[in-house]
């Protein structure tokens, strides 16, 4: 059987996109683009009308249809075109020793995490922590190395990075990774009430600017490392006058140091 999350995110991805990376011949028509070929077959971001034989779907439809490959294949070629890997281990074991004994993460909130499907672990043993956008729908992961050489991937689309949600929230707090995030969420879940936890993946101003074109209310608030990178990210913020707080760890690096020390 295939991973729902997979599915969702072969689904998604943009059918131009892929198309033009695949060789095909496309033109721009008003909000979407034409096959040269077929010029009554439509492309609208992840969907298709093909007007002259009445067929329509999503991107894993087309691909079955044109290229007369099986729904799995189309799945495979699909997240291999978004960087994300299609196989997953039934076993949690290295991801849950990883994150709980040498990251100090709770177990019961690890395993709430794999349960809800917002981690699980792949076939090399990596932490897949998955990204979904606004609509809770996956789109990537954040990917996490669990032996001794640092590994750090993202598979997502810009502006994009885990989060957890907590009530209608009126603050956000942007981490510079899930494990800094889900370090803070450990010590301080008491007074999340009202908050959105944002990891994103690195510096990355993007996922800001991304998270403040859905509201110009929320409060902000950086929770980046204590390092010179996170201070020059902190100016850099503020620089653009977004009006933003920090929250950092005193005498600590980062979130998790301070959860583990």
Known sequence: MIDKNLIEIASRVNLADYLIARGEHLKKVGQGYVMIEHDSLRFYENTFNWYSKGQKGNTINFLCLYYDITFSQAVN?????????????QDSKRVIAYLCKKRGLDYNLVTALIKNKYLYQDSRGNCNFVIRDWDKYPIGHEIVGT????????????????YIMIGKPTDVLFFESTIDLLSCYQLYHEKFTHHVLVSMGGLNPSVIYNVLSLSDDFKIWLCVDNDKAGDNFIKRIQSAFIQSKVFRPKDFKDWNDCLRK
Request: glycine content about 10%; hydrophobic content about 15%.
């Open 147 to 162: 032996g001794d050489t640092r590994y750090k991937q993202i598979t997502s689309h810009s502006g994009y990075g885990f």
């Open 77 to 89: 070629e699909l997240c291999r075109f978004s960087n994300v890997t299609t196989t997953t281990s």
